[in-house]
Nanobody, 124 residues
Framework: QVQLVESGGGLVQAGDSLRLSCAAS????????MGWFRQAPGKEREFVAA????????YYADSVKGRFTISRDNAKNTVYLQMNSLKPEDTAVYYC?????????????????WGQGTQVAVSS
């Protein structure tokens, strides 16, 4: 069983920055693709960013491209999401997820394990 624990959420003002962290409980973390998704009230969970197992390939939703950066430290079993220039529309619960095998990074169905989520709220 893989456990993913997110942290770093909070309440900030528009234009501020936050860095989310996701710590994984297993040594096989370094073999997994990792993704960040978010879900706002009344909306479906949507893709935010993803990173390949070796950190070489990264993927972003158009809405966050240029503002958010995903990275990982396999020695610490941790993936990060640096969020800059935050906007009120970024308000959501942010989830990290681990993907063992194939499938598109952009879709929730490709991921095998999910964290419990961390709340990000951006005021205008």
């Amino acid at each position: 069983q893989v456990q993913l624990v997110e942290s770093g959420g909070g309440l900030v003002q528009a234009g501020d920055s936050l860095r989310l962290s996701c710590a994984a409980s297993v040594r096989t973390f370094s073999n997994d693709g990792m993704g960040w998704f978010r879900q706002a009230p009344g909306k479906e969970r949507e893709f935010v960013a993803a990173i390949s197992w070796n950190g070489i390939n990264t993927y972003y939703a158009d809405s966050v491209k240029g503002r958010f950066t995903i990275s990982r430290d396999n020695a610490k079993n941790t993936v990060y999401l640096q969020m800059n220039s935050l906007k009120p529309e970024d308000t959501a619960v942010y989830y990290c997820a681990a993907k063992h095998v194939g499938g598109s990074y952009y879709y929730t169905r490709a991921y095998d394990y999910w964290g419990q989520g961390t709340q990000v709220a951006v005021s205008s």
